[in-house]
């Protein structure tokens, strides 16, 4: 079977439409029409070379799609059933059996490696190979593979081109507040970084009733729309020291923090920003190697804590719903956030995700 898809072939270059050889589904894999894809932040670390995928690559891991073909091995979900495609898992290992599946012992590989586990591809072109499964999905075509370790089936009721984001980056957000801080009503929030991730996390805290919320960022137009959605200050640290101002803000520091940025010293002003006893959770995505230094003696004696946190800790099954549901109901509307391309437009998607001009892109395959 032909599909169009978007293939990174040169780092750091733009990807180039072309038409792609998929196999059929194997007996344990799930064949999937991709309606739309949301565009990450971790798509574009990979096409930079950050991060060892191979390449030729299928990039895309936010796909939400109908099911057109399924394996004899697959129970989970039937033809015709609306599904999202989110981050890929064993499913065997002590963390995914103990529904920890963001941390399972073989995410790297499951996930940034772009092969299945026997090493092989779904995908070709005239014989060369393309690299594909990447996220257990490779969605940035008009078709992909994925597994049911990673597809998550949703009520036909809901919008499906706009679900796609839910697999990771929204989902990231939300989860790192309602799953991994576990942020309670009255307690006091800070975001360090306010594009799609950061403003998810700032929309769930509003959700589960926090009662201040700190939006920071260098872009006023991401602070302005974060006031929007519920932050009860903003702070542009291109003009005031954002751990100063939230102290004065809270008196003594904010309960919870979370950085987007991935940026040594913006966790390192995080933490200083925390209440004793506060969490600070990092999600920003950093070259590896990168080191964090922190002032010992303000960690250690306050109480402090500082986590990492991937895909929201969340149990994608559960979670992706739950999030559809809130944004019907109104209450969480990262529908706000997002800006529909075509698939022959990815690259100007890219741009304006790179630029800040689009907080969060979706691309429709068809």
Same mark, same amino acid.
């Given at each position: #079977?032909?599909? $169009?898809?978007?293939?990174?072939?040169?780092?750091?270059?733009?990807?180039?439409?072309?038409? =792609? *050889?998929?196999?059929?589904?194997?007996?344990?894999?799930?064949?999937?029409?991709?309606?739309?894809?949301?565009?990450?932040?971790?798509?574009? /670390?990979?096409?930079?070379?950050? =991060?060892?995928?191979?390449?030729? /690559?299928?990039?895309?891991?936010?796909?939400?799609?109908?099911?057109?073909?399924?394996?004899?091995?697959?129970? $989970?979900?039937?033809?015709?059933?609306?599904?999202?495609?989110?981050?890929?898992?064993?499913?065997?290992? &002590?963390?995914?059996?103990?529904?920890?599946?963001?941390?399972?012992?073989?995410?790297?590989?499951?996930?940034?490696?772009?092969?299945?586990?026997?090493?092989?591809?779904?995908?070709?072109?005239?014989?060369?190979?393309?690299?594909?499964?990447?996220?257990?999905?490779?969605?940035? %075509?008009?078709?992909?593979?994925?597994?049911?370790?990673?597809? /998550?089936?949703? *009520? +036909?009721?809901?919008?499906?081109?706009?679900?796609? &984001?839910?697999?990771?980056?929204?989902?990231?957000?939300?989860?790192?507040?309602?799953?991994? =801080?576990?942020?309670?009503?009255?307690?006091?929030?800070?975001?360090?970084?306010?594009?799609?991730?950061?403003?998810?996390?700032?929309?769930?805290? !509003?959700?589960?009733?926090?009662? @201040?919320? /700190?939006?920071? *960022?260098?872009?006023?137009?991401?602070?302005?729309?974060?006031?929007?959605?519920?932050?009860?200050?903003?702070?542009?640290? @291109?003009?005031?020291?954002?751990?100063?101002?939230?102290?004065?803000?809270?008196?003594?520091?904010?309960?919870?923090?979370? *950085?987007? @940025?991935?940026? %040594?010293?913006?966790? !390192?002003?995080?933490?200083?920003?925390?209440?004793?006893?506060?969490?600070?959770?990092?999600?920003?995505?950093?070259? #590896?190697?990168?080191?964090?230094?922190?002032?010992?003696?303000?960690? #250690?004696?306050?109480? !402090?804590?500082?986590?990492?946190?991937?895909?929201?800790?969340?149990?994608?099954?559960?979670?992706?719903?739950?999030? +559809?549901?809130?944004?019907?109901?109104?209450?969480?509307?990262?529908? !706000?956030?997002?800006?529909?391309?075509?698939?022959?437009?990815?690259?100007?998607?890219?741009?304006?995700?790179?630029?800040?001009?689009?907080?969060?892109?979706?691309?429709? #395959?068809?």
């Amino acid at each position: #079977m032909q599909i $169009k898809a978007a293939v990174a072939r040169v780092q750091g270059a733009p990807l180039s439409i072309e038409a =792609l *050889d998929i196999e059929d589904p194997r007996d344990n894999e799930i064949l999937v029409k991709v309606v739309a894809t949301g565009v990450c932040h971790t798509d574009l /670390v990979v096409r930079d070379g950050m =991060l060892p995928t191979p390449l030729p /690559v299928v990039l895309g891991h936010e796909g939400a799609g109908i099911v057109t073909k399924v394996g004899r091995a697959i129970s $989970k979900v039937d033809v015709g059933d609306h599904v999202v495609m989110t981050f890929n898992s064993c499913g065997r290992c &002590p963390s995914c059996q103990d529904h920890h599946v963001s941390y399972c012992h073989e995410f790297f590989p499951r996930n940034f490696f772009a092969a299945r586990a026997d090493g092989t591809s779904a995908l070709s072109k005239q014989g060369e190979r393309i690299n594909g499964n990447f996220f257990g999905q490779s969605s940035f %075509a008009c078709h992909a593979i994925c597994h049911e370790a990673n597809v /998550v089936k949703v *009520d +036909a009721k809901f919008d499906l081109e706009l679900l796609g &984001p839910l697999a990771c980056g929204i989902q990231t957000g939300a989860g790192a507040v309602m799953n991994a =801080l576990k942020i309670s009503a009255g307690k006091s929030f800070a975001v360090f970084g306010a594009g799609s991730v950061g403003l998810s996390a700032l929309m769930a805290a !509003r959700v589960v009733g926090a009662a @201040t919320i /700190v939006a920071v *960022d260098t872009n006023d137009d991401r602070l302005a729309m974060a006031r929007e959605l519920g932050a009860t200050h903003t702070i542009n640290p @291109t003009r005031v020291d954002a751990t100063e101002e939230i102290t004065k803000i809270t008196g003594y520091g904010v309960n919870f923090a979370l *950085d987007m @940025t991935g940026m %040594a010293a913006v966790i !390192r002003g995080a933490v200083m920003s925390l209440a004793p006893m506060g969490t600070c959770g990092i999600l920003g995505a950093s070259a #590896m190697g990168t080191e964090i230094t922190l002032d010992e003696v303000h960690f #250690m004696s306050g109480g !402090r804590r500082l986590m990492g946190i991937v895909e929201g800790e969340s149990v994608p099954e559960v979670f992706i719903p739950m999030l +559809a549901e809130l944004n019907a109901q109104g209450r969480f509307p990262f529908d !706000r956030l997002v800006k529909f391309y075509s698939l022959d437009q990815i690259n100007e998607a890219i741009h304006d995700s790179e630029t800040g001009k689009t907080i969060k892109p979706i691309v429709r #395959m068809s």
